[in-house]
């Protein structure tokens, strides 16, 4: 009778484990979906925008005015007016139209050059911001002492206040340099800026010193180690501060506004504020056009923009 109780008492007990085990897997599958429901809530709510834009540039002009003209109503003394009806969101045109991007890309070159001015204000930024946040860092990473350590808490200082602070700054020092009005007042700036010089300090201080010293006892040089060693390993971090500069910097628009009198040097990015309300099928062509090099930027760099923040340095097997 004992044998048998205990036999009984040890299968309860299984089946109980069993049970729990059960409940858990259960709970688990839930909270997964769960969170895929709430990820893909906010997934369509953020993503929502962006296919308006680019579905409603494929409109007509007649309907882009009948879904969104009482938006952009003015009084006669132009002031906005009252909507007194809801606005019909659509995501779906009644028929697709090219007319929007034949005048954008043809019919209008002046959106082209805002464009272009947009790639040689930004590029330069990019390209030279990496080289000299490369060469700083790796200073900042492989020496230490007070002074650079209070050079670094400079940096990081100038990087937590944001950039309408400095704009007053950087206007008087451009003015003092007698480059208002050209493209340097934005270039160098922008090549200053201590962000990128943040991030890729941090990710060499992350490097192990056995990687540096093994170089060393090799026979390599200081240029040689920064080649050779820092710059592959730092490649992730690399790409992930062109990608965050680069938005950055594309859709700026105080600094052209403040540093550059003349519209014609304008960014797109300032232009698309200066579209009126007649050519409200226009700015969505525009902002199509304009969203591109962004979004390819980013689903290209992706996998670097997440190896960049996720890595913790030194060397991958």
Known sequence: MKKKDTSLQVDQRDRGLQ??????????????????IVAAFFAIL????????????FMASSEISANYGSVFATNSNGGKVYISEKVNLKFIPD????????TVLFKSPEYLLKFWNSVILVGPIVVFQLIVASLASYGFARYRGRIREIV?????????????????????????????????AIWLPGIMSP???FLLTKFMRRIPKEVVEAAQIDGAGEWQIYRKICMPLCRGAIFSAAILVFIDYWNMVEQPLIL?????????????????SGEIGLAFAVATIYMVPS???????????????????????
Do not use: C
């Open 19 to 36: 049970a729990k085990v059960k409940r858990k897997k259960a709970w688990g599958k839930a909270k997964i979906v769960l969170a895929t």
């Open 46 to 57: 953020f993503l929502a925008p962006i296919v308006l834009t680019i579905t409603n540039s």
């Open 95 to 102: 028929m697709v139209s090219f007319s929007q991007y034949i």
């Open 152 to 184: 670094f808490f400079m940096y990081i200082i100038l990087m937590l206040m944001p950039y309408q602070v400095t704009l007053v700054p950087n206007y008087l020092v451009s003015d003092w340099m007698n480059i208002l009005d050209t493209n340097w």
């Open 195 to 197: 962000f990128a010089v």
């Open 260 to 276: 550059l009198n003349d519209s014609e040097m304008h960014p797109l990015s300032v232009f698309l504020s200066k579209i009126n």
């Open 295 to 317: 979004l390819l930027i980013f689903l290209y760099g992706e996998e670097y923009l997440v190896d960049g923040i996720t890595y913790q340095g030194g060397i991958k097997g």
